[in-house]
Structure formats: structure tokens, C-alpha cells
């Protein structure tokens, strides 16, 4: 029903911006402002970003 599709939204707008699609263009893909979209998912970031962000002696941690 409804809760099955807010879920899936919620993933589909989830995956997406870890991929780096815009708020606006996924605003306007999905139908929810971008004011919305800033509110509920301002804690998502673009792997690439997160990537960024790992200090070096982690992402050599990991790799062992």
C-alpha cells in the first residue's frame, strides 16, 4: 500500500543522490520540492564525497 511505496521512494531518492544526482533535477524527477528534499535528505551525501572525507589511514586500514 502507501507505507510500500513511501519506502521505496524513500530508497529511490536515497540511491540517487548518493550517485550525485542533483536535488533539482531528482525535485523534479520525483515530484518533492527541494526544500523538502534538503530537509529529509541533507544527511546523504555523493559517494564520491564520502570517498573524499576517509583519511588516508583508514582507507589503509581497510585495504588489509
Do not use: C
Amino acid at each position: 500500500g502507501d507505507y510500500a511505496i513511501a519506502v521505496a521512494s524513500h530508497f529511490f531518492i536515497t540511491q540517487q543522490l548518493r550517485v550525485g544526482v542533483s536535488h533539482h533535477n531528482l525535485g523534479r524527477n520525483t515530484g518533492t520540492s527541494i526544500k523538502m528534499l534538503e530537509e529529509v535528505y541533507s544527511h546523504v551525501q555523493p559517494t564520491d564525497q564520502i570517498k573524499e572525507l576517509i583519511p588516508n589511514w583508514m582507507k589503509q586500514a581497510s585495504a588489509n
